[in-house]
């Protein structure tokens, strides 16, 4: 259906967001900053 064209293409540009940001609040360890 709809959904499944859209699912591939967000599969892709929804992984690198997510890990970007987990990525910054490990390096933010010494920051007092939860995000």
Do not use: K, R
Request: net charge negative.
């Amino acid at each position: 259906m709809e959904i499944e064209e859209e699912e591939p293409e967000e599969d892709p540009v929804e992984e690198p967001e997510p890990l970007a940001g987990h990525g910054d609040q490990f390096d933010a360890h010494p920051n007092p900053q939860p995000g």
